[in-house]
């Protein structure tokens, strides 16, 4: 006589049961931990990513700025008023030198930018507008060192040299920017006034020019460079 014992516990289908869903169990554990980890992972890199961004764009600011910062409209006008009406200093002399050499070192500071910002043509076209800028004040830089030293005793031999040459170079500069000044350069230069007359005429011109210049180009290169800021930070912002 065969017994069905109904009751009786098949424990070994029970225990490949639970051995299943400890398994299922696991894997799904394993597979959360995994997707966090790996979400984790994509966030410090985000987090890295905008860290160094952000690190970036200061840098940049700091070495743009500290080179517009160089551009002082308002040393042409005093240092060239206070030529024009003889009263420039040893002292003013040393800080014209000075301020010449600072502007060759800026020349350089702006070669290597370009250089870092090659392939980001936002940023070169800051650069390259701050490169005028700076071109601009060296104008007036260059000139102002030449005909300071024509009037320094220990360049006495030279000083006609240095005059002519100034002379020069800021009419072609003037005449480039407002091609009326032509005319009247002109007359100064055919006038009875001897060289250093002529020179502080023409000057006068260089000066007023190149201020306005100055002053309009500044304008301009800081609406740019506000937008510019404006743009990158919302872009670094949005990485997280």
Request: net charge negative.
């Amino acid at each position: 006589m065969i017994h069905f014992e109904l009751h009786t516990i098949d424990w070994n289908a029970i225990s490949a049961i639970a051995t299943t869903l400890a398994l299922i169990f696991a894997y799904w554990s394993i597979h959360a931990s995994n997707k966090q980890a790996q979400k984790s992972n994509e966030f410090q890199l985000k987090l890295l990513k905008k860290e160094n961004e952000q690190k970036g764009l200061d840098e940049f600011i700091h070495k743009v700025i500290e080179i517009y910062d160089a551009v002082n409209p308002l040393d042409i006008l005093n240092y060239s008023s206070k030529f024009m009406n003889d009263k420039f200093t040893d002292q003013d002399r040393i800080a014209i030198e000075e301020n010449a050499n600072n502007d060759q070192i800026n020349c350089v500071r702006l070669n290597v930018l370009m250089l870092q910002m090659d392939k980001l043509e936002s940023a070169k076209s800051l650069i390259i507008e701050l490169g005028d800028i700076r071109e601009t004040y060296g104008y007036w830089m260059r000139n102002m060192n030449l005909i300071s030293m024509s009037f320094d005793k220990q360049y006495l031999s030279n000083s006609k040299d240095f005059i002519v040459k100034a002379m020069q170079e800021m009419r072609d500069i003037c005449i480039r920017y407002n091609p009326e000044y032509e005319s009247y350069i002109q007359s100064i230069c055919n006038s009875d006034l001897d060289i250093k007359e002529q020179c502080m005429k023409i000057l006068e011109c260089f000066e007023t020019e190149l201020s306005m210049q100055l002053q309009q180009k500044r304008k301009n290169f800081e609406k740019h460079l506000y937008d510019y800021v404006k743009a990158e930070q919302m872009r670094i912002n949005s990485i997280i």
